[in-house]
């Protein structure tokens, strides 16, 4: 069981949101919903251990994440906006490098599966710099293939870039993850349709009027 309790988080002088209580159920996908500059990515950097709450704390299975780093990061998986791919490197070696950083497995034949059910098998030894942009982002999306085992999948903007039958063929493997049990935290401005368990949250809605004194 994945908790927000009582988060606040302020950047500069705006408190984007204080209080915001929350807990994200296993088997459900939770989408963070509302305009930019309410918050979503960083509310996804704070569930993920990436940022620290300004007040409250995150809790996994009941314990707080900063109390046990270790075991948090096993458990979660985090895909960002940005693809964090090398142009110079290929989809094999950047798939190879991102994973491992990450504790995903990274041997040769997860990785070569990995981007061949994305459909970079053709292109897996060709320097990035040569991909569309859409085939980059799959680059990066291919972990979440090698995330399999993660309990907690935290993605931001995952279907940016994505072509249509790309983005169904993602939103198709997010549901049957959710449908496996895994919690499923995700932030898209794509108006995407799951068939899975979902709910909203708004960030906004725990947005105070005032400044930061």
């Known amino acids: 069981m994945l908790e927000a309790s009582a988060l606040t988080c302020i950047k500069g002088d705006r408190i984007l949101f204080r209080d915001l209580t929350h807990v994200f159920r296993p088997g459900v996908l939770t989408r963070i919903a509302g305009p930019n500059g309410v918050g979503k990515t960083s509310l996804l950097r704070l569930l993920c251990g990436l940022a620290q709450p300004d007040e409250g704390e995150v809790r996994w299975q009941g314990v707080p994440v900063r109390a046990q780093t270790d075991a948090w990061h096993r458990a979660v998986f985090f895909y960002g906006h940005l693809p964090a791919v090398h142009e110079l490197l290929s989809p094999r070696e950047n798939l190879r490098s991102l994973a491992a950083v990450q504790g995903l497995p990274h041997d040769a034949a997860a990785i070569d599966a990995a981007l061949a059910e994305l459909g970079l098998a053709r292109q897996r030894d060709l320097p990035v710099w040569v991909l569309s942009a859409g085939q980059r982002r799959r680059v990066a999306l291919a972990r979440l293939i090698l995330a399999q085992e993660r309990p907690v999948w935290i993605l931001d903007e995952p279907f940016t870039a994505l072509d249509v039958a790309a983005v169904a063929a993602l939103a ?42």
């Open 172 to 213: 198709r493997r997010i549901e049957a993850r959710v449908r496996d049990g895994a919690t499923v935290v995700l932030t898209t401005h794509q108006d995407v349709e799951f068939s899975c368990a979902c709910e909203t949250l708004e960030p906004g809605r725990f947005a105070p009027r005032r400044k930061v004194a």
